[in-house]
């Protein structure tokens, strides 16, 4: 649905990486090129006509993003750079002056190198211990398993609400719920989450929730860290600098401005900014759960037919979102992906970034399919006869 | 053969492709961190020779057949001739001028020298490379 609005698709391509990047619509490419075009000031800074624009954009943004996944007020909603970054902020700009050696920090090993490096880091430098969560059998995070993982001395539960590789969504109100009476933090990833499925921060409870612009339509260089405003206030800024004080005079006199700017220092990737307020605007006016519902029909189509196919091993049969994981028998996931892209077929190979991922499959790579709402049975149809023949990957695949 | 048959025949019945427990050996990893490939190469050198190279690993059928190729190209080499053979493979994939009988079967991969899958093609000389460097 809603092909049409995506300058990418009149190309004779099919997409189906959006787990890697969504495409943009003419709606986001519009928005943007007219900030270039017609008010390309600064932010936070003049007193002229075009700078108001500026700044009203850019704050009309991060009210569009408050009402999109329900946060209480604005203070709680910053812009970064992406889900990696903001991940990495809450790491080392919150928990690192909160941890004590030996307080544990509870992941699973189908979380993306973004949501395990940052923790591995107050590991390495603040002697924290990492344990994992045991999947069960479908490879999903069961809130038995939470209870089970959880000790006296657990202080983070980080977790990909739904994972790039599996797709699984994971239980996170419940979670929170169990975490909150444990005194445990969670940090969401929300990178897979949040372009597919409604997220209502103060419904789930989340402590923090990281993620991307770029795999939600909008523009690449630009995310969102979400957090509890009491939380945030503690967050130390990792970056200094414009913008974020308030007045300076010597190293012990430097005030900071208040949330949330106070956590965006230096000019910001207004663009990027702007142009994710556009893709959460044409997200709303299509519908979140029209697309997370769309997305499930497609990949009950996909898998329907992948399941017929003999020399197909399906990795994550049991998943509610666009993804699915899986091999041809015998061939190697890039060998694939090499003879799907001389018909334009766009997939990924390997290990999408979750590198602790074979530990749980016992698979070091995969294909990985990825769908949006723009995708469709007939891009699925010609996909799964490409596959069907293992003869034809097999001589057209170098 | 056609170039796609040399490479076929090369991925299906790989030479020298086993692991390698012996201390005579110099062992290097190559791995592409973006695709997973990841070759284990080892090399025997006496009297400045390549007397015996092999490798083993997991990878698409680009890397496995180069590196059946490569290995095989390599023995009885001395370094100065190996690291001769490496450099016209590096400039082939770089789209430099390069002598074509030096390279030898490895020729077959010349037309992925403008795509994704030079970098699967070089994968196991850069383990040789690195290896040798240390010989000079």
Redesign the interface.
Known sequence: MNREDFPMLKQDIIYLDNGATSLKPQVVIDKMTEYYESYSANAHRGDYDISYKVDMEYENARDLVVEFINAKVKEEVVFTSGATESLNMIATGFFANLVEPGDEILITTTEHASNVLPWFRLVNDYGCTINFIPLDDNLHVTIDNVKKSITPRTKIIALAQVTNVIGDIRPIKEICKLAHENNIFVVVDGAQSVPHMKIDVQDLDVDFLAFSGHKMLGPTGIGVLYGKQELLENLEPVNLGGGMNESFDSPSEVYYVDLPTRLEAGTQNIAGVIGLGAAIEYIKKIGIDKIHEREIKLREYLIEKLVKIPHIDIINLEADSGIVAFNVDGI????VA?YLNKYNICVR???HCAKLVKNATGV??SLRVSLYFYNTESEIDELVELLSDKEKI?SE?? | MEKREVIMDHYNNPRNRRRIYDSNYVVENTRNSSCIDNLDVYVKVQNSIIEDVAFDGEACAISISSASIMTSNLKGKTIDEAIEYINNMEAMLSDKEYAEDILDEAIVYEDTKNTSRKTCAWLPYAAVKKILENYK
């Open positions: 190697f996931s890039q060998d090499y190979a390997g290990n070091t790579n097999v695949m170098i």
